[in-house]
């Protein structure tokens, strides 16, 4: 993408993390193909004191370690002499006045305006209304985008009010609200592999799907986060966003076209037609030491680890249950989808008569690591004749891709952003929406009947509690990708 007008992206909260680990890398290597818009500045605003060269410097830092591919210095070089830093606290109008002041005289005429919100959740509101009393917001030179990082809100009361003084500044076509999980090659793939074949989709429903699992799985602990983690919990961390936006893409109808609000009406949909979950249907529970962890209540109750047993209550998916798990300090980091079909009438192949021997087919999805979709169906033992196995049709990113590292989330999503295509962000309502399934299991937490939080030892699969609640239902969790095809 090259575009002759100049592009402009502000980052608020650059000091922190995510800029050195993924903006700025992301930035790089989409200016190393060639996919930056031809004039650019990258403004980082942060409270830190930084000289401009400073600030450069820690960035190359971050790529160094964090950029999918380092296409050569004398490249950085010639990049990161877009890149410029302006101290300042945006909480307080007057910076806001002077960044403005600051922006015109790097943009030297007209210029689009990214604003990236990667700030303390805190500041979200303040920073988009001095944005709009410092009038940045008006698209009469060049168009003005905010992206704002999740946490988008605590709960749903937050996330609308949220959304609401969002929107007494931007329109919602200006408004990118990121979840990175959707801006992953994989992720992206579930729409390609349902909508652009038609094997399976025939097949996608509840005549021949017997259970749907997604299981995101961390080995990480909380870390340094303990602070912002104990007050958010694994649902608010993963589940209110990851999690029910892969949902949304295994499950949705096919949308009208891959236009972002066609797209977007079919997710809002399916998200609607979750069924409130209830506290017997979920896990919670939390991993040995946590309360150890800097920032955390040596009490704490906040669940580092879920379980829950979903429902779409539509056409389509009536009575087939959506199983769903996310956990820090696990066995293993694996994000992947299963399908898990209906296993056939009878038992023709030998003994036993009873069906309910036979392996049922499975379609994996693996999100990360392992890159890939695999097919698990049986087939006959050679040499004799009552014995069937399960084999795998099985498909590599590797093998047909080759090695190279599949592009960041973030820079598929940044250059989506500046082209303005909102297909991968979430729009207003499906936050809420999420945000009603979220509040709903957390009411059900704070009630007489809430399951007890339980403990699992850090590098094993989560607790025992979690096996049973798919064990009632005479079915088991499923790894196809985290421990296969390393
Ligand atoms: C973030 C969560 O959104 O996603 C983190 O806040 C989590 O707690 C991370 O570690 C996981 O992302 P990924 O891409 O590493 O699976």
């Given at each position: 993408m090259t575009q002759a007008m100049n592009t402009t992206i502000v980052i608020f909260g650059a000091s922190g993390d995510l800029t050195e680990r993924k903006?700025?890398?992301a930035l790089y290597n989409a200016y190393c193909k060639g996919r930056m818009p031809e004039n650019f500045n990258i403004v980082g605003v942060s409270r830190s004191e930084f000289s401009h060269d400073a600030f450069r410097d820690h960035l190359w830092e971050g790529v160094q370690e964090h950029a999918s591919t380092i296409?050569?210095?004398?490249?950085?070089?010639?990049?990161?002499?877009?890149?410029w830093y302006h101290a300042g606290n945006a909480k307080e109008q007057d910076v806001l006045h002077t960044l403005d002041a600051f922006l015109k005289e790097k943009e030297n005429g007209t210029s689009n305006r990214l604003y990236y919100l990667s700030t303390a959740p805190s500041l979200y509101e303040p920073i988009v209304l001095n944005l709009g009393m410092a009038n940045m917001v008006s698209e009469d030179g060049g168009w003005r985008r905010t992206i704002i990082e999740k946490p988008f809100g605590y709960d749903l009361k937050s996330a609308h009010a949220l959304n609401d003084t969002i929107h007494r500044v931007f329109q919602e076509h200006q408004v990118y609200r990121i979840d990175h999980y959707l801006g992953k090659e994989t992720a992206q793939n579930i729409l390609l592999f349902r909508f652009a074949n038609t094997i399976f989709e025939p097949l996608w429903n509840q005549n021949y799907v017997d259970n749907v699992q997604i299981t995101v799985t961390e080995s990480v602990d909380v870390g340094h986060r303990g602070d912002y983690y104990d007050k958010s919990g694994v649902l608010r961390d993963m589940f209110q966003n990851h999690l029910l936006q892969l949902l949304a893409l295994v499950a949705m109808e096919p949308p009208v076209s891959m236009k972002a609000d066609d797209v977007r009406d079919e997710k809002e949909k399916?998200?609607?037609?979750?069924?409130?979950?209830e506290p017997h249907e979920t896990v919670r529970a939390q991993y040995e030491g946590y309360t150890e962890t800097e920032g955390v209540e040596p009490d704490s109750q906040t669940p580092t680890?879920?379980?829950l047993k979903m429902y779409v209550d539509n056409w389509r998916?009536?009575?087939?249950?959506?199983?769903?798990?996310s956990g820090k300090a696990l066995a293993n980091k694996t994000s992947e989808v299963i399908i898990q079909f209906k296993r056939p009438p009878c038992h023709l192949f030998g003994l036993p008569?009873?069906?309910?021997?036979i392996r049922p087919n499975v379609l994996a999805m693996c999100i990360q690591p392992n890159e890939g979709i695999h097919l698990r169906f049986e087939t006959k033992v050679p040499d004799v004749i009552d014995q069937t196995r399960s084999v795998e049709m099985d498909f590599k990113y590797t093998t047909y891709f080759g090695d190279e590292p599949l592009p960041d989330a973030y820079?598929?999503?940044l250059l989506d952003a500046m082209k303005g295509d909102a297909t991968l962000f979430t729009r207003s309502d499906s936050i809420e929406s999420s945000w009603?399934?979220?509040d709903h299991v957390l009411k059900g937490w704070q009630s007489p009947d809430a399951p007890p939080l339980v403990s699992y030892a850090r590098g094993s699969w989560g607790p025992v509690e979690a096996d049973i609640l798919v064990g009632k239902d005479g079915r088991r969790w499923r790894l196809e990708c985290g421990k296969k095809h390393g």
């Open positions: 903006l700025i890398p296409c050569d210095e004398a490249e950085w070089q010639k990049f990161s002499q877009n890149i399916l998200l609607r037609s979750l069924r409130p979950v680890y879920a379980a998916w009536f009575g087939v249950p959506f199983y769903l798990r008569v009873d069906a309910q021997e820079e598929r999503l009603r399934v979220i």
